[in-house]
């Protein structure tokens, strides 16, 4: 195998991990002319030589965002040599002839300007080169905009960032200098923690210690997917007021644990059971409040968290509940044990 195909087949096994590959043809390998006429049409003078012929990227494809329609054409030049990943000018990219054929990421941009300058099928694409083999490479990304004009972007460790998961966060983080969806997680949290705490101490005499049980209690129940606003009436009897009906849905989900995990056995579940006792017995949490429209607190602090599950998920559902709660024993006296063995905090 000759160097140059080392980086290839690396390439090649990289992007089949994101879904991409000649067998699916969904990946053109040099010549994209069947697998993307519109591209082939866009790059008949875009030759490195620039002598106004043809060009062909090492490799090819177009990704699709899941969370926008933007589609983005993402193009990949590859070198053997690690010196000839990039050439540039005081830091800036040269586009002449010479460097266009021998370094990896000056051609890949120059196709990439070719083809905006032919065709306005192709408003976003990625150029990227690499250069290096099995066990070490370099990877350098540049945008190119739809009037041809390019930016580099920060030196990547592998191509996950272009899967239709990661593109579109990548484009708008990188290309448009947004902030990330997971700082805007984090503050929104925040905010909402900080206010959820508020809320607790003005509407219930709780000590300090319970507020971090009564929200992983909450939270517990709706993890446990048995648990609905609707279930909390406010009712003030001691068989089914709202501290009971929480407690009953948390009790619930131990037991499906405790089903599904041989080890989870009545040491775990008894003390977790024991720290939200205190949410059946204490009056003030599921008597129905004036300032509340008639509701009780647990309702009012339960519909926030629902809020919170749906409206700011991002990913698998123990993550979100778990960061929220991680955010909230940061405002009490708590380590957040009462949660750890269910739904680890990252405190």
């Known amino acids: 195998m000759a160097n140059e195909d080392i980086i290839k087949q690396w390439v090649i096994d990289e992007l089949n991990k994101i879904g991409f590959s000649l067998v699916r043809n969904n990946l053109a390998k040099e010549s994209v002319e069947n697998i993307f006429p519109s591209l082939y049409d866009a790059m008949r003078h875009a030759s490195k030589k620039q002598n106004d012929n043809r060009g062909v990227a090492d490799f090819s494809f177009i990704t699709q965002g899941v969370s926008t329609s933007n589609k983005y054409l993402v193009l990949i030049e590859t070198k053997e040599d690690i010196s000839n990943t990039i050439n540039l000018n005081n830091q800036i990219l040269i586009l002449d002839e010479k460097s266009t054929e021998n370094y990896a990421v000056n051609g890949a941009v120059w196709y990439a300007k070719q083809i905006q300058k ?26 190119i905009n739809e009037t041809g004009g390019f930016i580099p972007l920060p030196k990547t460790n592998g191509l ?30 925040a905010k909402i ?9 003005t509407y219930t005499s709780l000590k300090n210690s319970l507020k971090a049980p009564l929200v992983a209690a909450i939270l517990l129940g709706i993890h446990s997917k048995e648990l609905s606003l609707s279930d909390l009436k406010g009712s003030d009897t001691m068989n089914n007021n709202d ?13 499906q644990r405790q089903r599904e995990e041989p080890d989870f056995d009545d040491s775990k579940v008894q003390p977790i059971l024991s720290e939200f006792s205190f949410l059946k017995i204490n009056k003030v949490l599921y008597m129905p409040n004036k300032e509340l429209a008639d509701h009780s607190p ?16 991002i990913g698998e559902d123990a993550d979100i509940l778990g960061d929220f709660y991680s955010e909230f024993v940061k405002y009490n006296d708590s380590d957040g044990n009462v949660l750890g063995i269910v739904l680890t905090p990252k405190c």
Do not use: C, W
């Open 118 to 143: 032919e065709s306005k099928l192709f408003p976003h694409i990625f150029a990227i080169g690499i250069a290096g083999n099995m066990n070490r490479q370099s990877i350098i990304p540049y945008y």
């Open 160 to 189: 996950s960032e272009f899967s239709p998961e990661n593109i579109d966060e990548y484009y708008r983080v990188n290309v448009k200098h947004q902030t990330p969806q997971s700082e805007i997680k984090s503050e929104e949290l």
């Open 193 to 201: 923690a900080s206010k959820l705490h508020n809320d607790i101490r």
């Open 243 to 255: 501290g009971v009906v929480i407690y009953r849905a948390v009790q619930s989900y131990l037991e």
């Open 298 to 313: 647990l309702y009012e602090f339960t519909s926030v968290l629902f809020d919170v599950y749906n409206k700011v998920k």
